[in-house]
């Protein structure tokens, strides 16, 4: 890849990577952009002519070359709040570590880090013990997922079409040509929304099962102006879009305070039964997401309507029952 560099491409990544805190050891930069110990002399000497105050430190090829701090800190400067939003920025896609996604992230904070004020350093490095995000059931994107998450990042970029093997829930597998409009995060999961060309019809599509993903290069479509990703969710309870329902539950006194403290649904409402249980009132859509909540709540939980959604809960429950019975 260095091979296609030219010189002035090559200086800008040698800035860079001594512009990291504890510089970079001049053998890296030699074998990275295969320099010799003469070419290498001549970059930093070009760089000092601009001028760069760029520091040698030690002896040989196992010096340490380093941009000046006080350099490096010059123009923007982070608060101690900017630096906490950008931590908290980072922890959340923590599911997709060991793919490009999370390394490009990481290489942009840390070319922030000279941004952040020296008053603030000590608390900057103590970030991952006194703010933590705690996660969920994550999903594994490395290996073949790293590069599915490549093109549609690059997809939605530049407004290509693509084509996808897609594995359903079911195992069965069909391939698709689309458009992509939004990539969302949803409980430690990235999916895709999408215009599947053939249906005419916008979906959406979970990347771990994506087994193969095409990007069409020389071709584009024109992005939708009237897209709204949250209008395609408007009645979803979670990420699967669907008609809506008129849905009312009734939860026991025990749960009722779990419940009021939390919005489940924009258009839910809530109010009290005469027996003391909460009533919860919401237009949504009736999907596998929103039974598996419904069910884990148990005996704590009855849905008043709509009559199919209380025939398919009861009869999960029956089922769920049986293998324990002895």
Same mark, same amino acid.
């Given at each position: 890849?260095?091979?296609?560099?030219?010189?002035?491409?090559?200086?800008?990544?040698?800035?860079?990577?001594?512009?990291?805190?504890?510089?970079?050891?001049?053998? %890296?930069?030699?074998?990275?952009?295969?320099?010799?110990? !003469?070419?290498?002399?001549?970059?930093?000497?070009?760089?000092?002519?601009?001028?760069?105050?760029?520091?040698?430190?030690?002896?040989?090829?196992?010096?340490?070359?380093?941009?000046?701090?006080?350099?490096?800190?010059?123009?923007?400067?982070?608060?101690?709040?900017?630096?906490?939003?950008?931590?908290?920025?980072?922890?959340?896609?923590?599911?997709?570590?060991?793919?490009?996604?999370?390394?490009?992230?990481?290489?942009?904070?840390?070319?922030? %880090?000279?941004?952040?004020?020296?008053?603030?350093?000590?608390?900057?490095?103590?970030?991952?013990?006194?703010?933590?995000?705690?996660?969920?059931?994550?999903?594994?994107?490395?290996?073949?997922?790293?590069?599915?998450?490549?093109?549609?990042?690059?997809?939605?970029?530049?407004?290509?079409?693509?084509?996808?093997?897609?594995?359903?829930?079911?195992?069965?597998?069909?391939?698709?040509?689309?458009?992509?409009?939004?990539?969302?995060?949803?409980?430690?999961?990235?999916?895709?929304?999408?215009?599947?060309?053939?249906?005419?019809?916008?979906?959406?599509?979970?990347?771990?099962?994506?087994?193969?993903?095409?990007?069409? !290069?020389?071709?584009?479509?024109?992005?939708?102006?009237?897209?709204?990703?949250?209008?395609?969710?408007?009645?979803?309870?979670?990420?699967?879009?669907?008609?809506?329902?008129?849905?009312?539950?009734?939860?026991?006194?025990?749960?009722?305070?779990?419940?009021? %403290?939390?919005?489940?649904?924009?258009?839910?409402?809530?109010?009290?039964?005469?027996?003391?249980?909460?009533?919860?009132?919401?237009?949504?859509?009736?999907?596998?997401?929103?039974?598996?909540?419904?069910?884990?709540?148990?005996?704590?939980?009855?849905?008043?309507?709509?009559?199919?959604?209380?025939?398919?809960?009861?009869? %999960?429950?029956?089922?769920?029952?049986? !293998?324990?019975?002895?």
């Amino acid at each position: 890849m260095t091979q296609t560099l030219n010189k002035s491409q090559k200086m800008v990544k040698i800035l860079q990577l001594a512009s990291r805190k504890g510089g970079v050891r001049a053998v %890296e930069v030699m074998e990275r952009f295969e320099l010799d110990k !003469r070419a290498l002399r001549r970059y930093l000497a070009d760089l000092r002519d601009l001028p760069v105050p760029v520091h040698d430190q030690g002896r040989g090829d196992e010096r340490v070359i380093e941009i000046d701090p006080s350099w490096r800190r010059t123009g923007v400067q982070l608060t101690l709040t900017e630096v906490l939003s950008l931590h908290f920025g980072r922890t959340l896609f923590n599911f997709l570590e060991g793919t490009s996604f999370a390394g490009d992230m990481d290489d942009a904070i840390e070319r922030l %880090e000279p941004a952040i004020s020296r008053a603030d350093a000590l608390v900057a490095r103590q970030l991952d013990k006194k703010f933590i995000a705690i996660s969920e059931h994550a999903k594994d994107y490395r290996g073949d997922r790293s590069d599915v998450i490549d093109e549609v990042i690059s997809a939605l970029v530049y407004n290509n079409p693509v084509t996808v093997r897609y594995r359903k829930a079911s195992g069965v597998t069909k391939t698709y040509r689309l458009h992509p409009f939004s990539l969302a995060t949803f409980r430690q999961g990235l999916y895709i929304f999408a215009l599947d060309t053939e249906a005419n019809l916008v979906k959406t599509f979970a990347v771990e099962r994506c087994i193969e993903m095409v990007r069409q !290069r020389g071709h584009t479509f024109a992005y939708p102006t009237h897209w709204e990703p949250r209008a395609h969710l408007a009645h979803a309870f979670g990420i699967i879009d669907g008609p809506p329902e008129d849905v009312v539950l009734a939860f026991s006194e025990q749960v009722a305070g779990y419940i009021r %403290e939390r919005s489940w649904h924009p258009t839910q409402q809530l109010s009290t039964l005469p027996d003391g249980r909460l009533r919860l009132r919401m237009s949504v859509a009736v999907t596998v997401e929103l039974r598996t909540w419904i069910l884990g709540h148990g005996a704590d939980v009855e849905v008043l309507s709509p009559s199919s959604l209380v025939d398919r809960i009861r009869d %999960e429950l029956a089922a769920a029952a049986k !293998r324990y019975q002895t």
